[in-house]
């Protein structure tokens, strides 16, 4: 396996990518998740910034860190979302998945988010990048509503930067209803 000498990462608005680049970071997207990676999983992508990453000129990875208000207990904070987090097959195995999210982290820290937050079933691997498992129960708000999610309970992780307040991880956590998944 390659290991490229000449591994940048980008970090630009949608305002600022070129729509060539967009398309193939749309293209990285689904070819990592196949059909596990819908149309609205690509839409939470969008309004916030997108980290992109290249090796010897070629796009290779993707994510993005977009705003969300996220409840914990009685507390509202400014989120920095994690979305579209992908390593293209052929490139993964070498580390690029963690530069890529090490580069997120430094995002959410400075961006003026009050936390991080992202979904996954790969749990293992963002621990290791100082993420943490949520122990609260999770909850959509639909309308006036609070509503239930228990399949997203244990893929809740949360990145506690320098502007967080104290926080009890047992805390319920709520988001705000979108299209497709709302975690």
Known sequence: MRVGD?????VVTDDEIDPGLLVA???VCATTFGDRFSGDDWDHTFGGVRLLLFDEG????HAAVVPRRIGFGELTLRAGYVE????LPESQGRGL???LMRAANTV????GAEVGV???SRRSFYERLGWEPWQGPSFVRRADAL???PDEDDGLMVLRVSAAPALTSTWPITCDARPGDDW
């Open 84 to 87: 579209g987090v992908a390593v």
């Open 108 to 111: 959410i820290g400075r961006d």
């Open 58 to 61: 070629l796009l290779v990875g």
């Open 97 to 99: 998945g963690s530069r």
């Open 118 to 120: 992202l979904s996954t």
């Open 25 to 27: 970071a749309r293209g």
């Open 147 to 149: 509503v239930r999610t």
């Open 6 to 10: 000449d591994i940048t990462t980008t």
